[in-house]
């Protein structure tokens, strides 16, 4: 399969989104709303946690996610330079069962919440490894991530993830610049059949609910190429 070098996002044109129906306002509403929400919430949490004890407590995870958290099986997120807060918030999900995996649900058991900062902080501290996009998708993901899809609402990924995948710190949203694609896929799968449901006001099962598996297949093979 031809591939194409991982893509920069100021080579690509800009596209203004011109998406006005009401379905995605409700949507970028949630989004605010829940930035609101976020704010309150953890503005008196600070995820300062030690990366050098991260380093050491993150060798079981380094089984599946990789010593640096670029992780070789696609079907297992890359780590390296997420946000050490969304990271945590991850963790805490897993230990409440409030996200849930066969693999991770019992691994956070035992961690407390000491253990998750020192871990995301860690991971977060670690450079990400950008794949490749295929050229075959490569213009519909790209439409998708940067434009949307406005005959039936569904808004750029960029509005939230950033036009270089690098997300929201304050709002939470997660680095999403090189992922793997499967990995990606298996998510947006999992919040639009409601298999996942962690998402802050369930921006992201409305808006995966609104696309279809190939769009899904192009948007996660433009993200695993985009920085």
Request: charged share 20%; proline share 4%.
């Given at each position: 399969?031809?591939?194409?070098?991982?893509?920069?996002?100021?080579?690509?044109?800009?596209?203004?989104?011109?998406?006005?129906?009401?379905?995605?306002?409700?949507?970028?509403?949630?989004?605010?709303?829940?930035?609101?929400?976020?704010?309150?919430?953890?503005?008196?949490?600070?995820?300062?946690?030690?990366?050098s004890a991260g380093k050491e407590k993150s060798q079981v995870c380094a089984v599946c996610h990789g010593a640096d958290g670029n992780s070789v099986n696609p079907v297992w997120p890359k780590l390296a330079g997420q946000h050490p807060g969304y990271i945590f918030k991850q963790l805490k999900d897993f230990?409440?069962?409030?996200?849930?995996?066969?693999?991770?649900?019992?691994?956070?058991?035992?961690?407390?919440?000491?253990?998750?900062?020192?871990?995301?902080?860690?991971?977060?501290?670690?450079?990400?490894?950008?794949?490749?996009?295929?050229?075959?998708?490569?213009?519909?993901?790209?439409?998708?991530?940067?434009?949307?899809?406005?005959?039936?609402?569904?808004?750029?990924?960029?509005?939230?993830?950033?036009?270089?995948?690098?997300?929201?710190?304050?709002?939470?949203?997660?680095?999403?610049?090189?992922?793997?694609?499967?990995?990606?896929?298996?998510?947006?799968?999992?919040?639009?059949?409601?298999?996942?449901?962690?998402?802050?006001?369930?921006?992201?099962?409305?808006?995966?609910?609104?696309?279809?598996?190939?769009?899904?297949?192009?948007?996660?093979?433009?993200?695993?190429?985009?920085?």
């Amino acid at each position: 399969m031809q591939k194409v070098k991982p893509i920069r996002s100021v080579g690509f044109k800009e596209r203004k989104n011109n998406i006005h129906s009401q379905d995605s306002t409700v949507i970028m509403k949630n989004a605010l709303a829940f930035t609101s929400i976020f704010l309150v919430t953890f503005s008196c949490h600070i995820y300062a946690g030690d990366v050098s004890a991260g380093k050491e407590k993150s060798q079981v995870c380094a089984v599946c996610h990789g010593a640096d958290g670029n992780s070789v099986n696609p079907v297992w997120p890359k780590l390296a330079g997420q946000h050490p807060g969304y990271i945590f918030k991850q963790l805490k999900d897993f230990h409440s069962g409030a996200r849930k995996n066969v693999q991770m649900t019992p691994l956070a058991a035992s961690l407390s919440e000491e253990d998750m900062q020192d871990i995301a902080a860690y991971y977060s501290s670690q450079k990400i490894k950008i794949g490749y996009a295929s050229s075959k998708l490569l213009a519909v993901g790209e439409k998708l991530y940067r434009a949307g899809n406005a005959s039936k609402g569904l808004p750029a990924c960029m509005s939230c993830h950033g036009p270089n995948g690098a997300g929201n710190v304050a709002a939470s949203f997660p680095a999403l610049s090189g992922q793997h694609a499967e990995y990606t896929k298996i998510q947006l799968l999992a919040f639009r059949d409601n298999k996942r449901t962690n998402d802050f006001n369930t921006v992201m099962q409305i808006v995966s609910e609104k696309m279809t598996t190939d769009e899904i297949d192009a948007v996660a093979n433009y993200i695993q190429g985009l920085h």
